[in-house]
């Protein structure tokens, strides 16, 4: 009987996301073959030396025993870590979703970059030689191993395996993941959500969810699993008329500049074509849109070759080929457009002000209050960004200097990439299943909406459990 035990599968909950809203790793151990989904970077938002001491920590499994790494969606806290695994010796085949290979390459290696300089900045505050998590080479090994596949095609990756992706919503390309194993004369199947759209209110560039019918255990994330966390079409066309009414009062009547902070991927590219929505068929309006960030610029001229969707393609066109659009490639041009007292609309990485121009652009802004930013997802309130929203500081720390707080702030709601709770307390409860395994989220939030969730499933008469998972949660199948 142990040794039937010690064969069955093994579900265990590796990474940062089992009790935090970052850094995504789930270990799954059959008796032929070990598969990661995910591996993602820990990003506290907090100190450099903090997120390095838990990104650089002994790891729960060994690297060259792994076989199968399934990448669902590339943002850094779900992919960041990968290209360490093969520093160490992995030599697994990477599974990703198709139209994913070349932002994974341009994301990883501005990783690669960001984690090296963060590495000298530790070792020369510490006096010794501190290595970086990953190099350029590591990155280029990794990539070796990508393999990308149709999304909706089940797939055999082995004897004992089976796959298939479904669209997740959430960003271009993103999927779920439907993993059967074979154990011995049965087979299980695993859901793993990875992180979800925001399915009520439509955004650009991405696929339309598709719900997981049925497995055996369901993984899912819950971001935005807090009840007052939820935003519909009509905050949408609220947050609209905002974004244009500050920067026509801010822009034309101040003179001063709008920063909104973005993410590389998916974030710059959405918000460029909202703000093409409001202000790109009027020939009156002649502010200056501006693109700093190398990565964002990089990522949104990738779009031009992966959207598939022909309508949205030429719509995007049109937004790149906007006059009102310039994009600062260089940091030198970064500086002119910070001493230039013209005014203009910045779009700019990263988008939680933990790394990145956007940051140099806050300490800039901040101590005019002529200038506003507004801020369009989630931050951590421990993170630059969310001390900035909560305004109660009249001064913030930004590059070792203290910043007068001073410019208004905008938190712009639905511009959320993640699903809500009530779509997913009606999602996880919905599948059939016999365990639902709650992950990234804030910890105290997960709880909480756990014991709603196993209310939830029990007036539909289903009987499966939720279990609200830490790091030494293991589920055997």
């Known amino acids: 009987m142990a040794n039937k035990k010690k064969d069955r599968i093994r579900v265990s909950f590796v990474g940062s996301n ?70 160490k010796g992995c030599t697994a085949k990477i599974i990703a979703p198709k139209g994913t290979y070349d932002i994974a390459k341009e994301l990883l290696l501005d990783c690669a970059h960001i984690n090296s300089k963060d590495a000298d900045y ?22 070796e191993y990508w393999t990308e596949y149709d999304i909706e095609e089940k797939t055999r990756l082995s004897e004992n395996i089976e796959f298939n992706f479904l669209p997740s919503g959430h960003i271009l390309n993103s999927t779920q993941l439907e993993l059967w194993i074979k154990d011995g004369s049965t087979t299980k199947k695993i859901g793993y959500t990875s992180d979800l759209g925001n399915i009520k209110i439509p955004k650009y560039y991405t696929n339309t969810f598709k719900p997981i019918q049925n497995c055996n255990l369901l993984i899912g ?15 949408r066309d609220k947050d609209l008329e905002k974004m244009e009414s500050i920067i026509k009062h801010v822009c034309l009547g101040n003179r001063g500049k709008v920063l909104i902070p973005v993410f590389a991927n998916d974030r710059c590219q959405n918000i460029l074509t909202y703000l093409y929505d409001i202000f790109g068929e009027d020939d009156n309006f002649h502010i200056p849109i501006i693109v700093d960030s190398p990565m964002a610029i990089k990522i949104t001229k990738l779009y031009e070759n992966l959207i598939s969707d022909s309508d949205e393609l030429a719509k995007f066109k049109r937004v790149l080929n906007w006059k009102n659009l310039s994009f600062a490639k260089e940091y030198k041009d970064s500086k002119c457009l910070m001493g230039s007292d013209k005014p ?37 309130e421990n993170s630059l960004a969310g001390k900035i929203k909560k305004g109660k500081q009249k001064t913030v720390k930004i590059d070792g200097k203290n910043v007068s707080n001073r410019c208004d702030t905008t938190d712009l709601r639905s511009f959320s990439s993640h699903m809500q709770y009530d779509e997913l307390l009606k999602y996880y409860s919905s599948v059939n299943c016999e365990k639902v395994a709650l992950v990234h989220g804030n910890f105290q939030d997960k709880c909480e909406f756990a014991k709603d969730l196993q209310s939830e499933i029990s007036k539909k008469n289903k009987t499966h459990k939720v279990v609200c998972v830490n790091k030494s949660t293991e589920i055997i199948l």
């Not at 505050?125 to 290595?131: D, E, L, S, V, Y």
């Not at 988008?351 to 507004?374: D, E, F, P, Q, Y």
Request: proline share 4%.
């Open 221 to 235: 994330e819950t971001t935005y699993s807090r009840k007052d966390r939820v935003s519909s079409i009509k905050d």
């Open 18 to 87: 089992s009790e935090e809203v970052t850094g995504s790793c789930t270990h799954v151990k059959t008796k032929n073959e070990q598969i990661l989904l995910e591996c993602g970077l820990y990003q506290s938002c907090t100190t450099p030396l903090n997120d390095y001491k838990v990104n650089s920590a002994k790891l729960d499994f060994k690297p060259r025993e792994i076989d199968f790494i399934f990448a669902l969606h590339m943002h850094i806290d779900h992919i960041g870590r990968i290209p360490m695994l093969y520093a």
């Open 122 to 143: 530790i070792g020369k505050r510490a006096g010794k030689f501190i290595p970086p998590l990953f190099t350029d080479e590591d990155v280029f090994n990794c990539l």
């Open 344 to 380: 203009m609309i910045i779009l700019s990485c990263g988008g939680m002000l933990s790394a990145g121009r956007a940051v140099t652009w806050a300490g800039h802004l901040l101590g005019k209050n002529k200038n506003h930013i507004m801020f369009c997802g989630y931050s951590p």
